[in-house]
């Protein structure tokens, strides 16, 4: 955890996402296929948004506790283990008097930036010890919520989509040790994609509960660039590189820790002049006249010596 103090006004942020022949968020109940409202409208989960920025915050080298596997930079292939290990260093850091408590409410927002963040639930099974001579119980058991002061919805479109699917075919040589040089029968496959769309989230990050995990300034700041740069890195054949960008990150700082204006109303002015033009653009001045007070901070992606800068911290 930095050692700023920490954030003391209220932060509502907006993401405007670009999407051009790609899969942004599949759903695994409906064959992978980009999900969508009942309505018909595209969406990229809120837990797909935060994982990305997860992604984004390890790559400029912050220590992170929900590793993706193929983003796993330690030894650990569970939460329990890596959890397990670090409650392991508070225990011998209070022997030694290097710290006072080995809380895990205290202790794993200073070991953990998205914990300090996002939150986290940490419901681990410790060590089993007998109490009597018939029955067990866990002598190191832990449940503890966490709550983070940083919230973020999930993205939708601002117009329905219509997937494309296609159909492919999967030829492969699944077994060689009878005949190495006999093919496996083809088999089919499918690939989905939304053509076109914009989606928008948003989000905001509370002062009280900043407070408790220590979440600081300099904090949102590294958030800020994540929300900018979540698209570097990352990758795949239904996301080609490319094929989604980030348009703009809007940010409204307030002026006070409990806010101006309520999140509702700041993340109300910019969907109302989203939905008049459809395409991802705005008026900025009428953004300005509809919250007086609030300044909005209009940010495009980072590019060019930024983010240079930004990949080699």
Known sequence: MTNHKT???KIDFAVIISVRRANPNGDPLNGNRPRQTYDGYGEISDVCLKRKIRNRLQDMGESIFVQSDDNRVDEFRSLNDR?????DKWKKEVEEKKIESDDTRINAPKEWFDVRAFGQVFA?????GKTSEN?????DAVSVGIRGPVTIQSAFSLEPITPDSLQITKSVNLETEKNPDKKASDTMGMKHRVDKGIYVSYGAINTQLASKTGFSD?????????????FVNDVSSARPEGSMEVMKV???????PSGRYSSA????????LLEQKKDGSYDSSKLKEKLPGLEPEELDPLEGVEL?????E
């Open 250 to 256: 809007i940010w409204w700082k307030h002026n006070s």
């Open 83 to 87: 959890f397990k290990t670090a409650s």
């Open 218 to 230: 300099t904090d949102a700041e590294k958030i800020k660039k994540g929300l900018q740069t979540l």
């Open 265 to 272: 109303r700041v993340h109300g002015s910019l969907r109302e």
């Open 135 to 139: 029955s067990e119980e866990n002598s």
């Open 124 to 128: 681990f099974k410790g060590k089993k």
């Open 7 to 9: 954030l003391g006004n």
């Open 308 to 312: 240079q800068k930004l990949g080699s």
